[in-house]
C-alpha cells in the first residue's frame, strides 16, 4: 500500500500527546521560532495536518480515526486538533510505531521535521492542557 491510501491507513489509530524542550517549530527542513513566528509554525502544521491526519482523524463521514477516539473517548477527543491532553511525546510515538488499529508510518512517509512540526502543534498549550 502506497501514497495516500498508506497516509489513510496510518492514521486510523492516533490517540496522540507531548512537549518540546527547544521551542522552535520546523518548516520545511529550517527552524522557526514560534516566538518571532507563530503563524508561519501554524500554517506549516495545518498543512501537514491536512494531508497526513485528517484523511481519518478530521470531522465528516468515513474519518475512521475520528469516529474510534469518539466511541471510545467521546466526542470531545475525537479530532486531534481539538484536543487538550496530547503531549509531543506521545504523539511521536504513536505515528512511528502505531496504536490499535493504527499503523505506523514509515520514515519514507514522514519526515522526521514533519513530526517533530505535527507533534508540536498538537500538544501546543491552550486552555485545558495539562
Known amino acids: 500500500m502506497r501514497g495516500p491510501a498508506r497516509a489513510t491507513m496510518f492514521c486510523l489509530g492516533l490517540g496522540l500527546g507531548g512537549t518540546s524542550a527547544t521551542g522552535t517549530w520546523v518548516n520545511d527542513f529550517k527552524a522557526v ?24 482523524h478530521d470531522k465528516g463521514p468515513g474519518r475512521v480515526g475520528a469516529a474510534i477516539l469518539a466511541r471510545r473517548f467521546g466526542t470531545g477527543k475525537s479530532m486531534l486538533e481539538r484536543r487538550t491532553d496530547l503531549t509531543e511525546e506521545f504523539v511521536k510515538q504513536v505515528v512511528q510505531n502505531g496504536l490499535n488499529i493504527m499503523p505506523p508510518f514509515r520514515p519514507t512517509e514522514i519526515t522526521k521535521d514533519e513530526l517533530d512540526v505535527i507533534a508540536k502543534y498538537l500538544a501546543r498549550k491552550r486552555p485545558g492542557n495539562r
Do not use: E, F
Open 33 to 56: 521560532d514560534v516566538a518571532q513566528s507563530p503563524s508561519v509554525a501554524t500554517a506549516s502544521a495545518k498543512t501537514l495536518i491536512d494531508r497526513l491526519c485528517a484523511p481519518c
